[in-house]
């Protein structure tokens, strides 16, 4: 049974995403949209569009950010442009900082959602999913479970719309997964659309990939997965965590907008018509 609207019949439509990698879109690759990525965001403005046209689409996630980032970068921006619909992830950056004091945190994070949610906009929320990255990373299951079952309460409390990412079975899979096993692939960010849209009320005919069973890795398929990981991702990262670097210092949000949805083409037929006219995003 199709779940009711939580979207306006009628009046302002704009849709602010707010966050980190997760909503920038990584590991969804798409080098003819703004820093090279697509991503679940970009996938629900586009049916946003298509069921109910006039909607206008702001993304201002950009990878790396901790949730101060957040609050200091993207609040202020996101509450001038009179939001109707906003979704927030942020905090999972922050639980890989084991200096963290995650009661500090989530506190922080209920503000926020408290400012959002004062706007009298839809707010939608997430959990965290329990990557299985490695084995050094079991610890942090702990903090993670604290970091859901806040997120859960202060859903509730504020009304939010919540999308339980910890329960979606979908992503037991490692093909939902980029090759940084941090980041979800092209078909990962395609299902979380459908689920955010699901949540929403809004008709899609976004569906799982039919897949067959993932074949078993031999031991030597393995090492030699686990050695690429280390030099591709692992060895990088430690190396910018020395030098007090991230992968999104250099980056500007991509699509600061809020810029109008066009209802058949998507965002690839806005960057096209803009292109044509000499237009900046």
């Given at each position: 049974m199709a779940r009711e609207s939580l979207l306006p019949a009628s009046g302002r439509r704009v849709f602010v995403a707010?966050?980190?990698?997760?909503?920038?879109?990584?590991g969804d690759r798409d080098e003819r949209l703004p820093n090279g990525v697509r991503g679940w965001a970009d996938r629900v403005a586009?049916?946003?569009?298509?069921?109910?046209?006039?909607w206008r689409y702001a993304n201002l996630a950009i990878r790396s950010k901790r949730l101060r980032h957040v609050v200091a970068e993207q609040l202020e921006p996101a509450l001038r442009m009179r939001p109707t619909l906003v979704t927030l992830y942020a905090g999972g950056n922050d639980i890989l900082d084991l200096k963290t004091d995650m009661v500090t945190l989530m506190a922080d994070y209920e503000q926020l959602v408290a400012q959002l949610a004062g706007t009298g906009a839809t707010v939608v929320l997430f959990t965290g999913f329990d990557v299985k990255v490695s084995a050094l990373l079991e610890p942090l299951k702990k903090r993670n479970t604290f970091y859901n079952n806040r997120v859960r309460a202060i859903a509730e409390k504020y009304n939010a719309v919540l999308v339980d990412y910890w329960c979606l079975d979908a992503f037991h899979d490692r093909r939902m997964w980029d090759s940084d096993?941090?980041?979800?692939?092209?078909?990962?960010?395609?299902?979380?659309?459908?689920q955010v849209l699901d949540q929403?009320?809004?008709?899609?005919?976004?569906?799982?990939?039919?897949?067959?069973?993932?074949a078993p890795l031999s031991l030597r398929e393995w090492e030699l997965r686990q050695r690429r990981w280390v030099h591709d991702w692992v060895l990088p990262l430690f190396g910018r965590k020395l030098r007090g670097v991230t992968l999104g210092d250099a980056l500007t949000p991509r699509w600061p907008g809020p810029v109008k949805v066009p209802r058949k083409g998507g965002l690839k037929k806005l960057l096209r018509e803009k292109a044509g006219a000499g237009q900046e995003i």
């Amino acid at each position: 049974m199709a779940r009711e609207s939580l979207l306006p019949a009628s009046g302002r439509r704009v849709f602010v995403a707010l966050g980190d990698s997760f909503t920038e879109g990584v590991g969804d690759r798409d080098e003819r949209l703004p820093n090279g990525v697509r991503g679940w965001a970009d996938r629900v403005a586009e049916k946003l569009a298509k069921a109910q046209p006039g909607w206008r689409y702001a993304n201002l996630a950009i990878r790396s950010k901790r949730l101060r980032h957040v609050v200091a970068e993207q609040l202020e921006p996101a509450l001038r442009m009179r939001p109707t619909l906003v979704t927030l992830y942020a905090g999972g950056n922050d639980i890989l900082d084991l200096k963290t004091d995650m009661v500090t945190l989530m506190a922080d994070y209920e503000q926020l959602v408290a400012q959002l949610a004062g706007t009298g906009a839809t707010v939608v929320l997430f959990t965290g999913f329990d990557v299985k990255v490695s084995a050094l990373l079991e610890p942090l299951k702990k903090r993670n479970t604290f970091y859901n079952n806040r997120v859960r309460a202060i859903a509730e409390k504020y009304n939010a719309v919540l999308v339980d990412y910890w329960c979606l079975d979908a992503f037991h899979d490692r093909r939902m997964w980029d090759s940084d096993r941090l980041h979800m692939s092209k078909a990962g960010h395609k299902y979380l659309a459908g689920q955010v849209l699901d949540q929403l009320g809004v008709p899609h005919k976004i569906r799982p990939k039919d897949w067959e069973p993932p074949a078993p890795l031999s031991l030597r398929e393995w090492e030699l997965r686990q050695r690429r990981w280390v030099h591709d991702w692992v060895l990088p990262l430690f190396g910018r965590k020395l030098r007090g670097v991230t992968l999104g210092d250099a980056l500007t949000p991509r699509w600061p907008g809020p810029v109008k949805v066009p209802r058949k083409g998507g965002l690839k037929k806005l960057l096209r018509e803009k292109a044509g006219a000499g237009q900046e995003i």
